[in-house]
């Protein structure tokens, strides 16, 4: 269910750069400058062509993503300060933890991804695969 805050209004270009950000995009850099990046790479373009044009009910899908998002991304950055600690007392670090949260948020990523119709961003590309 949408967060009861999640508003349709048109999004703002902090909300978009953060759309962006998840999805893998570089910075767009200033618009006003006219040496803005995204005519130059269809995805990019694709990009901003989705967030320009989504419906109202669209942009309310949107912002549930970003809030979601966030609060992983949050988490993930709680959960390595205590990278330093193994034990105390009872309890014990999850080694995993940090990895399995990245994963998951990856994941998220890729879903707001399909769900503007977008392909993932350079920064989600598998960085080990070998392009030919």
């Known amino acids: 269910m949408l967060s ?3 508003s349709g ?3 703002d270009d902090a909300e978009k750069a953060e759309i962006r950000r998840f999805c893998g995009y570089a910075a767009l850099g200033d618009v006003a400058s006219g040496e803005s990046s995204w005519r130059f790479f269809q995805g ?3 990009l901003e062509w989705r967030l320009n044009t989504l419906s109202e009910a669209e942009r309310r899908r949107v ?6 998002l966030a609060q992983m991304e949050k988490a993930i ?3 390595s300060e205590s990278l330093d600690i ?3 007392s009872v309890w014990t670090r999850n080694r995993r933890e940090v990895p399995e949260r990245v994963k998951l948020l990856e994941w998220w990523r890729r879903r707001l991804c399909g769900f503007l119709g977008v392909a993932p961003g350079p920064d989600l590309k598998d960085h080990a695969a070998i392009h030919i």
């Open 63 to 68: 912002r549930y993503f970003l809030q979601t």
């Open 4 to 6: 009861a805050q999640a």
């Open 44 to 46: 990019a373009g694709a």
């Open 77 to 79: 950055h709680g959960a």
């Open 86 to 88: 193994e034990t105390i």
């Open 9 to 11: 209004a048109d999004l």
